[in-house]
């Protein structure tokens, strides 16, 4: 195999041609499928070069300069195309098969609708182009098809005609779209739909067509995704001041799709996951995520599409603000802590692991050598976060002016992140030259936070040393908003603020403090970083009872359950007998019978830190005491508050609210856990739910527990949603969720079963994924077979779809934790993977730098 060669941020350049118009001519006839592209080209500057446009897996028929025959060449993927003209029209036929595209990027069918994926490359799989972001044109669309099986044709903005070919068994439609936008916004979808259709009155008084296009048989499971988008236009124009622009904004569900979304101006191509639910078959967890992609994407409009990127490092200033303003989105509409909980365990747990391991990268990446590598938690969630902490040190008001200052500069055109930065700046007045620091350094920084209180001066003291090692390289200090409470003996705030840290160690002196208090430091996650003081277990139970910030309180009971855990993986590992401090049951006992607490945020404490998020705790991990230790903390505390768990059990049941159901279903996966008498509890909810939610919950208590109920209600549920593909996504998860010794068994035999494909991101996410992500004991089993069994499914998606094969080996690489038994297996996989003649560039990238740590 050619060795993949990587591409370097230092070595952009600004493209010698631009593009200004293209019409786009898809005649859709399966294997012979043709399009016609025909672009106005102008060269940029003094120069004689050729014309250099990339294309894959395409058939090319023709090129034509301003009608008459090009001279071209055809090398590699790139056409080469010989002209002295400044500015002429190119027209580039080219067919193509999408029946036979398996890797789901460009032009492709999904269930029997044609559909396109163009971000970050996929536009090159449709016709020879100047496939990059930087390069904004104004696209016209005709597309052509059956119109029995194609009764709609979709593209991106205004639909400007429509009618009868002269085969009249064909029709086709024009699309217009008024905005340059970059190819990878391209949007197609031709397909036989179930359509919603609803409207929004923007707020200077226009009227938006609204239309959500789902499979057949599905269309009462569209109004949540409906009522999501009008909340988010709504939203948008309130909390930023940012109206919609075009006349009719769309959204289709695919079942076919490696993504949540695609942000495609005017025309989002979604995942179905992120649109179908009614309350027979969603989760309330489903409904919140459809809530939050379709803002998401709705939000791209202005950050992504109106503004974009100008190359592909600079992907998270699209996708950092877009998720930092998605989270503000769902905390202004729910609740602010639970969002903010759910937000800081990616960061944790999956954030922090990859700056741990081999694809450690900054939030803007230096060199790429799959640029859908770069689609990673570090782009996005560190970049949210980055994008959070420049908000706290602005504050609201200030922000605001940054991001209208950044439209009024950039609306229309392809920038970097260091245009944000200054834009920010130059509203504000606040200097963030020390701040940008964060876009180019890789890692987790630590700070280590010791204190002394002095009684005789009334002086607290809090020394902050920040230190960020990335690959054994040292970085420079950052700017770190550090959010900071303490709180007396009394549970009263006498101190709550935030520190402005910038030096590599420095000093923070609070004045007229009547005694020793207890410190809340790094409130609701003010900074990406590790903090590493050393709270003592009073300080840690204070906290969960009297911390201002709910989210603080959380904190504070993930550290009581952290260290109990690995107070008792040191004593297995010293040969002692594990034992619970008295207090942490107590405090988790408070916690339950406190009534004033919001059900949500109880919920979030007793789903008490995973295997996965305890392991990103530490530098190295006995696996097998480490499960042990957690099994006994959790029956410990479970089996000590088996009354007030019934309790709260019992008083949630006809609660018919999210909040209420998420601490009524934790409540019965840990008494299933630790006592098979409440079994009929199960059984009982399991065959009255009313809603997923509660069916589903029962299934986790009866799987956890291992219940001998757990194959009859599997069965059941298995039957009654058979033919319902989301919903038998959460059983294939549940049977890969199995702590049990042949739970690989379980799976290879479910990979035969009707409802499973190979070529379905969704089936294999659901199953495979979900087993190697999250079934941390038996993937990390110590034969070796999880290992090898990934392996086994890598080289099979290789070919199938190598994106999310890419995806999916992130567990086989983040192996240096591990036991040195375990680290020599995972790299034989990997040596494995690198030897196959026909490696992908997306796991060739993975596995190569995973290699390289060995």
Same mark, same amino acid.
Request: net charge negative.
């Given at each position: 195999?050619?060795? %993949? ?95 036979? @595209? ?8 999904? #269930? ?12 090159r799989r449709i016709t020879y182009f100047l496939d990059r972001p930087d390069v904004l044109a104004i696209y016209s669309v ?93 939203? #948008? ?44 078959? %969603? ?97 996005? @969630? ?15 008001? @200030? ?22 930065? @200054? ?87 609070? &004045? ?23 709270? *003592?277990? #009073? ?34 590992? %010293? ?22 607490? &919001? ?84 059984? *009982? ?89 999250? *079934? ?24 199938? *779809? ?53």
């Amino acid at each position: 195999m050619t060795q %993949a060669q990587a591409k370097h941020l230092k070595d952009y350049k600004s493209p010698l041609f631009t593009i200004s118009h293209i019409a786009l001519d898809f005649d859709l006839k399966g294997a012979e499928t043709e399009v016609v592209a025909t672009s106005k080209i102008q060269r940029v500057g003094e120069h004689k070069d050729a014309l250099h446009l990339v294309g894959e897996q395409i058939q090319l028929t023709s090129v034509l300069i301003n009608g008459q025959k090009a001279n071209y060449k055809v090398d590699s993927n790139e056409l080469i195309i010989d002209t002295e003209l400044s500015e002429f029209e190119l027209t580039v036929v080219t067919k193509q098969d999408p029946e036979a @595209n398996s890797s789901l990027e460009g032009l492709y069918m999904s #269930d029997g609708a044609y559909c396109t994926q163009c971000e970050a490359e996929g536009f090159r799989r449709i016709t020879y182009f100047l496939d990059r972001p930087d390069v904004l044109a104004i696209y016209s669309v005709r597309i052509e098809a059956d119109k029995a099986a194609f009764p709609f044709l979709l593209s991106n903005g205004n639909l400007v005609e429509q009618g009868t070919c002269a085969d009249e068994s064909r029709h086709f439609v024009r699309w217009q779209d008024p905005f340059p936008k970059p190819s990878y916004l391209f949007a197609l979808v031709a397909g036989d739909f179930d359509l919603l259709q609803d409207k929004f009155i923007t707020r200077s008084g226009r009227e938006v067509k609204l239309q959500v296009f789902v499979d057949k048989g599905n269309l009462h499971k569209a109004n949540h995704a409906m009522v999501s988008l009008q909340k988010s236009m709504a939203w #948008d124009e309130s909390r930023f001041d940012l109206e919609y622009d075009l006349d009719i904004y769309m959204i289709v569900a695919v079942d076919f799709f490696n993504m949540g979304a695609m942000e495609n101006k005017g025309l989002n191509v979604f995942n179905t996951k992120y649109v179908l639910a009614d309350t027979a078959s %969603a989760t309330d967890e489903d409904y919140h995520g459809i809530e939050s992609v379709v803002g998401h994407e709705y939000f791209h409009n202005w950050t992504g599409n109106r503004v974009t990127c100008r190359d592909w490092f600079q992907l998270s200033l699209k996708e950092g603000l877009t998720v930092f303003r998605d989270q503000e989105f769902s905390s202004d509409l729910g609740s602010r802590a639970v969002n903010r909980i759910q937000a800081i365990r990616v960061m944790k747990n999956q954030q922090f692991a990859e700056d741990a391991g081999p694809m450690s990268h900054p939030i803007r990446p230096e060199s790429v050598i799959e640029m859908n590598n770069f689609y990673t938690v570090t782009v996005y @969630n560190k970049g949210a976060e980055v994008i959070r902490m420049m908000h706290t040190i602005l504050g609201e008001a @200030n922000f605001q002016l940054g991001m209208k200052c950044y439209f009024e500069r950039h609306d229309g055109q392809a920038v970097t992140c260091d245009d944000f930065v @200054n834009a920010m700046e130059t509203a504000s007045g606040i200097d963030l030259s020390q701040f940008r620091r964060w876009y180019s350094q890789a890692g987790t920084p630590v700070l280590k936070v010791t204190d002394h209180y002095n009684a005789a001066t009334k002086q607290y003291s809090l020394t902050v040393a920040q230190s960020v090692v990335s690959k054994g390289v040292a970085g420079e200090a950052l700017h770190i908003p550090f959010s900071i409470e303490l709180l007396d003996t009394q549970g009263q705030s006498v101190a709550n603020t935030v520190l402005d840290v910038k030096q590599a160690q420095e000093t923070f002196v609070f &004045d007229n403090i009547a005694s020793a208090p207890i410190p809340s430091l790094l409130q609701d996650f003010s900074a990406p970083v590790r903090l590493d003081y050393q709270f *003592n277990v #009073d300080q840690l139970v204070h906290l969960t009872r009297y911390a201002s910030s709910e989210v603080a309180r959380w904190e504070a009971s993930v550290g009581l359950f952290s260290q109990a855990v690995w107070q008792n993986v040191a004593s297995l590992e %010293a040969k002692e007998t594990m034992h619970l401090d008295a207090r942490v049951i107590e405090a988790v006992r408070g916690i339950i019978l406190d009534e004033s607490i &919001d059900k949500a945020l109880v919920a979030e404490i007793l789903a008490f830190p995973s295997a996965a998020a305890l392991i990103e705790q530490v530098e190295s991990v006995n696996l097998d005491a480490l499960a042990a230790a957690r099994e006994f903390v959790v029956n410990e505390i479970a089996e000590s508050c088996l009354d007030e768990l019934v309790t709260r059990y019992r008083s949630l049941i006809n609660k018919d609210n999210a909040a209420s159901r998420a601490f009524k279903n934790i409540c019965l996966s840990l008494l299933s856990k630790v006592s098979s008498e409440y079994e009929d509890l199960v059984i *009982n909810q399991y065959q009255q739910a009313s809603n997923m939610t509660d069916s589903l919950g029962a299934l986790k208590a009866a799987v956890s527990g291992q219940l001998t109920c757990q194959q009859s209600l599997m069965q059941d549920f298995e039957q009654k949603w058979l033919t319902t593909p989301l919903v038998m996504d959460k059983w294939f998860s549940l049977q890969a969720s199995q702590n049990i010794p042949d739970v690989l068994e379980v799976i290879k035999g479910l990979t035969e079963h009707e409802s499973f494909s190979f070529n379905n991101p969704n089936r294999v996410r659901s199953l495979i994924g979900f087993f190697v992500a999250a *079934n941390t004991y038996q993937f990390h089993d110590p034969s070796g077979k999880g290992y090898q069994y990934l392996t086994d499914v890598l080289i099979k998606l290789n070919e199938l *779809n190598p994106q999310i094969a890419a995806r999916m080996i992130t567990p086989l690489i983040q192996y240096s934790k591990f036991d040195e038994n375990r680290q020599q297996l995972m790299k034989a996989s990997l040596q494995r993977l690198k030897a196959l003649p026909n490696l992908s560039k997306d796991l060739f990238e993975k596995v190569e730098k995973a290699l390289e740590q060995a």
